[in-house]
C-alpha cells in the first residue's frame, strides 16, 4: 500500500476562526486514534488568517476516506457547515516520488 498525504483547506468565516482554533486539538486528538493515522499538522495561511490547512499522513487512502466517512457519519461536517467562509477542498496525493 501506498502511503497518503492528505490537503485539506479549510476557509472559515472571520468571527469562526478563534472558536475553531480552541476546539481543534481535541479533533485532532480524536483523529490521531484512528487506524491507519500517520501525522497531522494545522497550519494557517499568512495572507489569509482565515484560512487553514490541515496537512495528513495515513497509511493509505483507504483509511483515510474511512476516517472521512466516520466524520461525516458523527456529524462534524454538519457543525463545520455554518463557520465555512467557502469551500472546503481535499485532495489526496500519493506519498512524495523525490525529497531533498
Same mark, same amino acid.
Given at each position: 500500500?501506498?502511503?497518503?498525504?492528505?490537503?485539506?483547506?479549510? #476557509?472559515?468565516? =472571520?468571527?469562526?476562526?478563534?472558536?475553531?482554533? !480552541?476546539?481543534?486539538? &481535541?479533533?485532532?486528538?480524536? +483523529?490521531?486514534?484512528?487506524?491507519?493515522?500517520?501525522?497531522?499538522?494545522?497550519?494557517?495561511? #499568512?495572507?489569509? =488568517?482565515?484560512?487553514?490547512?490541515?496537512?495528513? !499522513?495515513?497509511?493509505? &487512502?483507504?483509511?483515510?476516506? +474511512?476516517?472521512?466517512?466516520?466524520?461525516?457519519?458523527?456529524?462534524?461536517?454538519?457543525?463545520?457547515?455554518?463557520?465555512?467562509?467557502?469551500?472546503?477542498?481535499?485532495?489526496?496525493?500519493?506519498?512524495?516520488?523525490?525529497?531533498?
Amino acid at each position: 500500500m501506498t502511503k497518503a498525504v492528505i490537503t485539506f483547506e479549510l #476557509p472559515l468565516k =472571520p468571527e469562526a476562526v478563534e472558536g475553531f482554533l !480552541e476546539m481543534i486539538p &481535541a479533533i485532532l486528538t480524536e +483523529t490521531a486514534t484512528k487506524d491507519g493515522f500517520i501525522s497531522i499538522a494545522a497550519h494557517r495561511k #499568512p495572507d489569509d =488568517p482565515n484560512t487553514l490547512l490541515l496537512l495528513e !499522513e495515513w497509511e493509505s &487512502a483507504q483509511h483515510y476516506q +474511512t476516517y472521512l466517512q466516520w466524520r461525516m457519519d458523527t456529524g462534524l461536517m454538519d457543525v463545520l457547515g455554518p463557520i465555512l467562509g467557502g469551500e472546503p477542498k481535499i485532495l489526496i496525493w500519493d506519498e512524495p516520488f523525490l525529497r531533498f
